[in-house]
Nanobody
Framework: QVHLVESGGGLVQPGGSLRLSCAAS????????MGWYRQAPGKQRELVAP???????LYADSVEVRFTISRDDAKNTVYLQMNRLSPEDAAVYYC?????????????WGQGTQVTVSS
């Protein structure tokens, strides 16, 4: 099992920045991919940025250049640096970890952290 705890959300003005953190615990060695997702009211949850075990990264078109995903293996933590935030970025941000042991794959989710972008 993997337990994920997000933090760092809050209220920020348009154009501002926030850094989200996702701390993982449990069977860390089974994690193959970690990623940030977000869900705005009335919308489906969408992928923001994943980072693989090998360090490969992707970004959703809507956040590329403005957001940066990174990780600190010593702290078992993945970060999402969000710059130039706009009201369209407001959502609950979730951290997801996909684990794999042989052919058994599982997804683990954090509880989410709210990001509000408003003046």
């Amino acid at each position: 099992q993997v337990h994920l705890v997000e933090s760092g959300g809050g209220l920020v003005q348009p154009g501002g920045s926030l850094r989200l953190s996702c701390a993982a615990s449990g069977s860390i060695h089974t994690i193959r991919v970690m990623g940030w997702y977000r869900q705005a009211p009335g919308k489906q949850r969408e992928l923001v940025a994943p980072i693989t075990e090998g360090g490969s990264i992707l970004y959703a078109d809507s956040v590329e250049v403005r957001f940066t995903i990174s990780r600190d293996d010593a702290k078992n933590t993945v970060y999402l640096q969000m710059n130039r935030l706009s009201p369209e970025d407001a959502a609950v941000y979730y951290c997801r970890a996909r684990t794999a042991v042989l052919d058994d794959e599982n997804d683990w989710w954090g509880q989410g952290t709210q990001v509000t972008v408003s003046s």
